[in-house]
């Protein structure tokens, strides 16, 4: 299963919103915090605001 999830900036004046997903929430959020997360969320500090299992189907076809 995969996770949906929203972080927002604990240490800024303007509170800035991220959104991602992955399979390991926590391990994430930890990755996010160290600084080797996303580009955009380094040198920030983040806490999980929200976060939701998703069931991806993926469909293969074959064409000839």
């Known amino acids: 299963f995969f996770y949906v999830y929203l972080l927002i900036s604990t240490n800024t004046k303007k509170k800035i919103s991220y959104v991602g997903y992955t399979n390991n929430p926590k391990l994430r959020l930890e990755k996010h915090n ?3 997360g996303a580009k ?6 983040w806490k999980m605001l929200y976060k939701k299992k998703l069931l991806i189907v ?3 076809h074959c064409f000839k």
């Open 58 to 60: 993926f469909i293969l």
């Open 34 to 36: 160290k600084g080797i």
């Open 40 to 45: 955009f969320t380094r040198g920030r500090k």
